[in-house]
């Protein structure tokens, strides 16, 4: 999937975080939701512009910054 046909960042919405395009819905939000264990189907339910795709193209955006070259965990390595 190509995440970016569904996700934009720019500096007018949602201070500049990355977005699913047409909403000020963040990638973080998404993220967030899934992470604390709501199905894809009760994120459909509250988000009425939100469609599978967009979910799909979250988690594939969160997969592609994860592998860029950058380690989160510097700090806790250099202990």
Same mark, same amino acid.
């Given at each position: 999937m190509d995440w970016? /046909?569904?996700? $934009? /960042?720019?500096?007018? !919405?949602?201070? @500049? =975080?990355? !977005? %699913? =395009? @047409? #909403?000020? %819905? #963040? !990638? $973080? %939000?998404? %993220?967030?939701r899934l992470s604390d264990g709501d199905s894809e189907a009760e994120l459909l339910d509250s988000y009425p512009r939100l469609r599978p795709e967009h979910i799909r193209a979250a988690l594939a955006f969160a997969a592609a910054s994860l592998s860029s070259e950058e380690n989160v965990f510097a700090e806790t390595v250099a202990r």
């Open positions: 970016r /046909q569904y996700i $934009e /960042q720019r500096p007018d !919405v949602m201070c @500049g =975080k990355p !977005v %699913l =395009k @047409g #909403t000020r %819905l #963040t !990638v $973080e %939000l998404i %993220l967030e």
